[in-house]
Structures are given as structure tokens and as C-alpha cells.
């Protein structure tokens, strides 16, 4: 079954670089959300995309952005990256409402690990 | 304020063994409770999930219980083996606007199960 793709996988900046990170959710979900963990954490949600349309917004800096795109995949932009940046970037998909899904259900991406030296 | 709150925080079971994690919420409001299990440096995988409506719910090895009086719910690994050895988050969802469903996320349980 198709998953959930995130590139790149990892990443290495600079402070005060600027990283995009991209999501392609799997095929017919229409609902993207962000979140980031850090070390021995729990993830913490940045921001949600419905049909292309920001939902809802979490912790995420003013120094990000995110958008979703009209074949629903999503990219964040990150810039003036800080060393507190380093953290694990995961993108999860859900599908919309129907007869075999609820809509209710988020399914992960391997995640894309940032790191800011 | 940690909105559900999850127990322990680290947990070591011998192979066979019961494994039980315990979460705990606040929001009446939440309908939807997901399971995860995360290794490092993966991805969660939804591993079981159950609505308020329901008292329990077993899938395999795996079984959720539910007491919404008590606003309680737990996971339980039955006959656990070192490659259940993961951590395991617990979370709550409610609808909002559209399709969204924000994960409110326990602080995780790391388990390690002994062969």
C-alpha cells in the first residue's frame, strides 16, 4: 500500500538558511498535518491543510510557512534556521470521510530528520 | 498543561509478559483515541484506535481499554516480544474546521521487552 513520502529524508544547514521540506500524502487523502519532535519528545503540531486551505495552526514560528498544493502535496518552508530548529519534521495524511474510512485516522511519513549547525 | 497525560514513562516487561500503558484526558470534548507505536527514528504507526462509545477493542495482541466515566484509557500488549520494544504514544483528537484533527499527544511510554 502507498505511504506517506517526505524528502529529503535528512537535511544539514546552516543558522540562518533557509530549508523546504515536502509531503506528498498518500493518493485520495485530502488532509495534510505537520509536526515536529525533538529528541525524546512528543510531537508537537505546526499546521494542517483541508482541501488546499490552512485548517488550523499549532506551535509553528513566524519564521515558517507551509503550504498545500492543487495535487495536495505540502511543503514547509523554514527560514532564519536556529540551532533549536534540529528536530525530527513529520508530515501525516488522513483521507476524507467514506464508506471505508472515517477520516479520522493520521498515517505518519519516515519523517525527515533538520539539522541546523 | 499536558492535556492527556500518559503512564508510566518507561516500562520493561519480560518476554510473554503483559505490557500496560496507561493514559489519562481531561477534554470531554475528544472522540477519537489513537495509539502509536514509534522506533528510532521512524515514523509513528497507528497502531489501534477506539471511540468513546466503545469499552474495549482488540485487535491481535493488542487490546484498548476504554472508561469514559473515568476518562481513562489504556493499552495492553499481550504476550509481548522484544520487537514490540518501541515507544508507544498515546493521543486524543476532536474535530475542528473541515477535516481537521489535531493529535493532542501523551508523552510516551518507552518499553523495552526482555527475551
Known amino acids: 500500500a502507498a505511504g506517506v513520502i517526505q524528502s529529503p529524508r535528512h537535511l544539514i544547514k546552516e543558522k540562518r538558511e533557509t530549508a523546504t521540506l515536502k509531503c506528498y500524502p498518500i493518493?485520495?487523502?485530502?488532509?495534510v498535518y505537520w509536526y515536529q519532535q525533538g529528541p525524546g519528545q512528543d510531537p508537537q503540531f505546526l499546521i494542517s491543510f483541508y482541501e488546499k486551505m490552512q485548517s488550523d495552526k499549532g506551535s509553528i514560528p513566524d519564521r515558517f510557512s507551509a503550504q498545500q498544493f492543487s495535487d495536495y502535496h505540502s511543503e514547509l518552508n523554514m527560514s532564519s534556521l536556529e540551532l533549536g530548529d534540529s528536530a525530527l519534521y513529520f508530515c501525516a495524511s488522513s483521507p476524507r470521510p467514506s464508506g471505508g474510512a472515517s477520516g479520522d485516522e493520521q498515517f505518519f511519513g519516515p519523517g525527515t530528520r533538520l539539522t541546523v549547525l | 498543561q499536558q492535556q492527556v497525560k500518559q503512564s508510566p514513562q518507561s516500562l520493561i516487561v519480560q518476554k510473554g509478559g503483559i505490557s500496560i500503558i496507561n493514559c489519562a484526558y481531561e477534554?470531554?470534548?475528544?472522540?477519537?483515541f489513537p495509539w502509536y507505536q514509534q522506533f528510532p527514528g521512524k515514523g509513528p504507526a497507528l497502531l489501534i484506535a477506539i471511540r468513546p462509545d466503545v469499552s474495549e477493542k482488540k485487535e491481535g495482541r493488542f487490546t484498548i481499554s476504554f472508561n469514559k466515566s473515568a476518562k481513562q484509557f489504556s493499552l495492553h500488549i499481550m504476550d509481548s516480544q522484544p520487537g514490540d520494544s518501541a515507544t508507544y504514544f498515546c493521543?486524543?483528537?476532536?474535530?475542528?474546521?473541515?477535516?481537521?484533527?489535531?493529535?493532542?499527544w501523551g508523552l510516551g511510554t518507552s518499553l523495552a521487552v526482555n527475551p
Open positions: 493518493p485520495r487523502h485530502d488532509t
Open positions: 477534554n470531554t470534548a475528544f472522540d477519537y
Open positions: 493521543a486524543a483528537t476532536l474535530q475542528s474546521a473541515g477535516n481537521n484533527r489535531k493529535l493532542i
